[in-house]
């Protein structure tokens, strides 16, 4: 659910990260800056900086956690029953 006010701070941090993998624009949406890119990425930058993280864009976000995630999203492969090997 979209943010019906432009998020600050850590608030803002935390939503861009969640949203990075769907891209800016999505991104700005969710956090409460809708189609203002612009102000969306001055913002989410002075928040990085304020919490001593070091971010060029936005996918700088995603960690490497989120993409073990990713990585155990495959196809489960297992025999029928426990007694059919």
Do not use: H, W
Request: with cysteine.
């Amino acid at each position: 659910m979209a943010s019906q006010t432009p998020l600050k701070g850590t608030e803002l941090v935390d939503c861009a990260r969640a949203n990075a993998k769907q891209g800016i624009e999505t991104a700005a949406y969710q956090c409460g800056y809708g189609d203002d890119l612009r102000t969306f990425a001055q913002e989410l930058r002075q928040a990085c900086e304020e919490m001593n993280l070091q971010v060029k864009e936005l996918t700088d976000l995603i960690t490497d956690q989120d993409m073990i995630l990713n990585v155990g999203t495959g196809e489960i492969v297992a025999p029928d029953t426990a007694s059919n090997l």
